[in-house]
């Protein structure tokens, strides 16, 4: 009798070291101290010396992530400095040729187009140098408390142009709302969302974006008459590239959305659609009231 109980509380206290260790361990682990030590298989359990080794591993793949993230933005870094040169170089000695004297017709469309490519290959660069920065978590948002007002009357002047063009009317209803976000981020979210409507929007069509508040949340809501979004590629649209089918015959790269919805879910935030095909599209964008 005496016997099985010393063995019980011998047990429980060989369990609660135990215990205590792996707690030990894990603590460490997350406080990014853990180092490795020598055990003995016969003093602890192989639970213990498992969980010992997988801790070593990960923590050996975090810091050869951390210099994969650091040789990706000196990688992203390079390439933004060395095409920005060449490319502004293009540009300039295209519009220097534009303006000679006695070009012929031919030759103008040719240089008009050495522009327009550049410009697409300038715009496909700083593309997938964001990207980069993007996934790699080079780029960092500052939230703050800003007015989504001014957030949308500063998009809705950008593109001003690009709706008279079309002969689009925009309408913007917004009251004094504020929400946490980061200002340049969130403006260039919002702006590819909206660039987008303009331009899957016909002529002649119209756009509304405004705003709502709740509780915990602002939603911006932007609303097109434009082509509509199929149902099987609501979630497609914001994978980065994609390119539907349906709008071949439009400009783009298929990065726009990808962006956007980056930029937000930075900021804890996120962004849903509605459409309905040949009818239109829904793009909603919830922002944290609060911190």
């Known amino acids: 009798m005496l016997f099985s109980v010393s063995l019980v509380v011998w047990y429980r206290l060989s369990m609660r070291r135990t215990i205590r260790r792996l707690t030990q361990m894990v603590d460490c682990a997350i406080e990014g101290n853990f180092k490795e030590s020598k055990y003995d298989e016969s003093a602890i359990s192989a639970l213990e010396t498992k969980l010992s080794r997988y801790i070593g591993q990960f923590q050996t793949r975090e810091r050869n992530l951390a210099t994969e993230k650091n040789r990706l933005k000196s990688l992203v870094s390079d390439i933004s400095h060395q095409t920005k040169t060449p490319l502004s170089n293009i540009l300039l000695y295209s519009q ?57 009357v500063s998009v809705c002047e950008d593109v001003k142009q690009q709706v008279e063009a079309k002969k689009i009317q925009i309408q913007l209803s917004c009251d004094c709302l504020e929400a946490v976000f980061d200002r340049k981020w969130t403006t260039e979210a919002i702006h590819n969302i909206v660039d987008n409507a303009i331009k899957y929007t016909p002529i002649g069509g119209s756009i509304s974006v405004s705003a709502v508040s709740y509780e915990l949340f602002c939603r911006i809501d932007i609303n097109d008459t434009g082509i509509g979004i199929a149902e099987y590629e609501s979630n497609e649209i914001f994978q980065r590239f994609y390119r539907s089918s349906a709008v071949g015959a439009y400009e783009g790269v298929g990065i726009g959305l990808y962006l956007a919805r980056e930029m937000i879910m930075a900021q804890g935030g996120y962004i849903k659609v509605n459409s309905t095909l040949h009818q239109g599209s829904a793009f909603s964008v919830f922002l944290p009231s609060t911190k």
């Open 96 to 152: 220097l040729l534009k303006e000679q004297p006695h070009l012929s017709n031919d030759c103008a469309e040719m240089v008009d187009q050495i522009a327009l490519q550049s410009e697409k290959l300038q715009f496909l660069i700083h593309a997938l140098v964001k990207t980069s920065r993007l996934e790699a978590g080079i780029i960092s948002v500052s939230p703050k408390k800003e007015s989504i007002a001014d957030l949308l």
